[in-house]
């Protein structure tokens, strides 16, 4: 697609509940990365795909957080039994390669867990 | 901890004069760093970067500096425009070898242009 699509835009679930995000990045991109940003806070590095697979996964909070990739395209981030903590807009971001080229975002999916 | 720090949350210009936002960096391996601009609603979006190697790049309105020494690095924007406001984001990573290097944030300043 012209640019890295995210959903849902918006997530309100329960505490407790288990939610999927998806991202389907820019055709061709091979890395894939995603980011938090809580309120008042940067952007939070979760992990990072390179294909399929995930060398840094250094980010992600806690073990109720993980992510796939599949196909070399589409992501999906889960996480299991949310948290009021878990509350936050979610971003997915492609690129050709690392950073010198800079990151393409999405819009991101803002997560609120009640 | 904070690597990279936006330490003015928001920023207020007349519009047509220079914006000036700072960041602070503590990381002596960060060797590479991007200025990223987001609107509300939207995903950041890669406005500027700069390589260790430089101390000043410039491209249109929007110039970075680069001091190693202070470990801080400024974008300007001259002259500044209403459609400039937004947050700006600072980004900094280790390893300009190509390939992946994790890019650290900052906590953005938001920019507000004054007509």
């Known amino acids: 697609g012209a640019g890295v699509s995210q959903s849902p835009s918006n997530k309100v679930t329960e505490k407790g509940k288990d939610v999927e995000l998806r991202c389907d990045p820019i055709s061709g991109h091979t890395a894939l990365y995603w980011y938090r940003q809580s309120l008042g806070q940067g952007l939070e590095f979760l992990i990072y795909f390179q294909g399929n697979s995930a060398p840094d996964k250094s980010g992600l909070p806690s073990d109720r957080f993980s992510a796939e990739r599949t196909g070399g395209s589409v992501s999906t981030l889960t996480i299991q039994r949310t948290q009021q903590e878990d509350s936050a807009v979610y971003l997915c971001?492609?690129?050709?390669?690392?950073?010198?080229?800079?990151?393409?975002f999405g819009s991101g999916t803002r997560l609120t867990v009640v | 901890d904070q690597q990279v720090k936006q330490n003015s949350p928001s920023l207020s210009v007349q519009e047509g004069r220079i914006s000036i936002l700072n960041c602070d960096y503590t990381n002596s391996m960060f060797d590479y760093f991007l200025w990223y601009k987001k609107y509300p609603a939207e995903g950041p979006t890669f406005l500027i970067s700069i390589s260790s190697i430089k101390d000043k790049n410039e491209d249109g309105r929007f110039t970075v500096f680069l001091n190693k020494s202070a470990k801080h690095l400024s974008l300007h924007i001259v002259p500044s425009q209403p459609g400039d406001s937004a947050v700006y984001f600072c980004a900094a990573s280790a390893g300009a070898t190509g390939g992946y290097q994790k890019v650290t944030f900052g906590i953005g300043t938001k920019l507000q242009v004054i007509p």
């Open positions: 971001a492609s690129s050709f390669q690392g950073a010198y080229y800079g990151y393409t």
